[in-house]
């Protein structure tokens, strides 16, 4: 695996990964159409550095940090390819791209991705309510 940064052709690979393996992990179906969420991934390509995780040239995660605040707002892995390392390289690559200490967030019901965050050593800070989503999160910080 290789981790590489996002280049304007991984677009409809990503989407889809990201699609996915949100929906492996959540209960319900998402209330926004996908069409919404390339809309989104667009704002967040303004303020986010993004790599994807790559094997054999085929997008198999991503995290995009917004390194202005210190805030992984998404890493996501395929949902055939979870606990294999990819996450954790994954988020190994946004801490060390951080001057502050890392946070993220993830919906309190998530909890395979609670696990994780915990395994490595990141505690809950808080929780809100996602704006695309409308559910609970929990805040994570490093």
Sequence with gaps: ??????????????????????????????????????????????????V????DERIVGFAALDQSKSVLSQIFVSPSLKRQGIGSALLEWA????KK???????????????????????ESGQSINDFNGQVEIEYVL
Excluded: Q
């Design 52 to 55: 994807v995780a790559v094997i």
């Design 95 to 98: 801490a060390l791209n951080c």
């Design 1 to 50: 695996m290789k981790i590489r940064n996002y280049l304007n052709s991984d677009y409809e690979e990503l989407i889809e990964l990201w699609w996915d393996s949100w929906h492996s992990s959540a209960s319900f179906r998402h209330p926004k159409p996908i069409e919404e969420w390339g809309k989104r991934w667009s704002k967040l390509l303004k303020t986010h550095l993004v």
């Design 101 to 123: 200490p890392l946070h993220l967030k993830t919906l309190e019901e998530n909890e395979e991705s609670r696990a994780f965050y915990n395994s490595r050593g990141m505690r």
